[in-house]
């Protein structure tokens, strides 16, 4: 019992998300449409905490180095890849010099004044890659419109291809239909000959007339 407990505090404070199965087990068509599927979440207007760090919903995407508290390392105007180069140059010589004072002195408290160090490029470098997401963003987004744009000019130009085509048989189609005149000549009915025998035959009934019209439309069928 006291196993069962323990489990269960265990599943309430995990810090991990669960599977994504759990999540897609929840939107099947069946849920979806008694509308028993999960609403999304309300958007967040105040504050929020994101991998144990506190954000503000009306924070800037890319918040500067002195609104974090951090010392900044390189001027305000610079040539964000020449800096980047000079990071990682440091980068590589501090942890140099860190693996070098292990050697030496493992004790020594200048091995924890490196790990600063080396945490502190490691935060500038990041915030330099970070504030090229905008630029990334906009070129990502350029490239997607010229490959939807290609897109459509090609289903364009085959829509154009494939109406050409269609004009073309029936322009052939047009030309292989036969003379009107000779087709409406082939198709009238002779309605006088049969009125002047419906009046003058008596014994004229439904039947007859039946019989004679059939006639006449094969006439007709034979003759087209």
């Known amino acids: 019992m006291s196993n ?20 897609i087990n929840n939107y099947t068509d069946e849920n ?12 967040i207007n105040d504050s929020y905490s994101m991998f144990g760090n506190t954000f503000n919903a009306d924070d800037t995407i890319i918040r500067p180095l002195e609104a974090q508290g951090i010392k900044r390392l390189y001027p305000q105007h610079f040539d964000r890849r020449r800096e980047l180069r000079k990071l990682n140059h440091s980068l590589l010589v501090n942890f140099l010099d860190l693996l070098d004072l292990l050697v030496r002195c493992p004790e020594s408290p200048r091995r924890a004044e490196k790990v600063e160090d ?3 490029l490691f935060i500038h470098i990041h915030h330099l890659l970070n504030e090229f997401r905008p630029h990334q963003a906009r070129e990502t987004l350029r490239v997607m419109m010229d490959l939807q744009r290609r897109q459509r000019i090609e289903i364009s130009q085959r829509f154009q291809k494939h109406l050409d085509k269609v004009m073309e048989m029936l322009q052939q189609a047009l030309h292989t239909l036969p003379d009107t005149s000779d087709l409406d000549s ?6 006088e000959a049969f009125e002047s025998m419906e009046t003058s035959d008596p014994n004229f009934n439904e039947m007859d007339t039946n019989a004679i019209l059939d006639k006449m439309m094969c006439d007709i069928v034979d003759q087209i």
Do not use: D, H, W
């Open 4 to 23: 069962q407990s323990q489990n269960n505090e265990t599943s309430q404070v995990c810090s991990l998300p669960l599977p994504p199965a759990q999540y």
């Open 32 to 43: 979806i449409k008694r509308g028993r599927a999960p609403k999304p979440p309300p958007p």
């Open 118 to 120: 080396l945490s502190l």
């Open 186 to 191: 082939k198709l009238i009915v002779p309605m």
